[in-house]
């Protein structure tokens, strides 16, 4: 297995698992197929067997020169102990490093315990949000009304 960019293609495979990675909560309506199309160079995604395990979609600030941001990262759940979430975060550092930028940003939901961790251990800082939710710095309506965030930064 090998990291590789995504392409246009690859939009469908990863579409279709989306949601079931996510047990059930309707994600995919947040992946459109655009990332697919524009950020190839800066998106990535792991197979076996044709199957996708794992990607990551991200790219480089228009408006912040020197940031880049993970839009999102999924990881087959038969696999999440196998250190793909962390070898594609790293693959997009090396690659948006060389590009000129020092800062990653990414955001999660309050809920998703296991990807507030997951950020923590791999080094980002919690930036200060509006209110605290079980001890967590959140954004109140950082993508809509209700639609609370944890905002992170790293640099890199």
């Given at each position: 297995?090998?990291i590789r960019?995504v392409?246009?293609?690859?939009?469908?495979?990863?579409?279709t698992?989306l949601?079931?990675w996510?047990?059930?909560?309707?994600m995919?309506d947040?992946?459109?197929?655009?990332?697919?199309?524009h950020?190839?160079?800066?998106s990535?995604?792991?197979e076996?067997?044709?199957e996708?395990?794992?990607?990551?979609?991200?790219f480089l600030?228009?408006t912040?020169p020197?940031?880049?941001y993970?839009?999102?990262?999924?990881v087959?759940?038969d696999?999440?102990k196998?250190g793909?979430g962390?070898?594609?975060?790293?693959?997009?550092?090396?690659?948006v490093?060389?590009?000129?930028c020092?800062?990653?940003r990414?955001?999660?939901s309050?809920v998703?315990k296991?990807s507030i961790?997951?950020?923590?251990k791999?080094?980002?800082?919690?930036?200060?949000?509006d209110k605290?939710v079980d001890?967590?710095?959140v954004?109140?309506n950082?993508d809509g009304?209700?639609?609370?965030?944890v905002?992170?930064?790293?640099?890199?």
């Amino acid at each position: 297995m090998q990291i590789r960019n995504v392409q246009e293609q690859d939009y469908l495979k990863v579409i279709t698992v989306l949601n079931d990675w996510w047990s059930g909560r309707q994600m995919s309506d947040m992946l459109p197929k655009l990332f697919f199309i524009h950020f190839q160079s800066t998106s990535f995604i792991v197979e076996e067997n044709g199957e996708v395990i794992a990607f990551l979609i991200g790219f480089l600030s228009q408006t912040l020169p020197g940031e880049a941001y993970i839009h999102f990262v999924g990881v087959h759940p038969d696999k999440r102990k196998d250190g793909w979430g962390r070898e594609l975060y790293h693959h997009f550092f090396q690659t948006v490093k060389q590009k000129g930028c020092d800062t990653i940003r990414c955001i999660t939901s309050p809920v998703n315990k296991g990807s507030i961790s997951f950020h923590t251990k791999l080094g980002f800082a919690i930036e200060k949000g509006d209110k605290i939710v079980d001890g967590i710095d959140v954004s109140s309506n950082y993508d809509g009304k209700g639609n609370d965030r944890v905002i992170f930064v790293k640099q890199i």
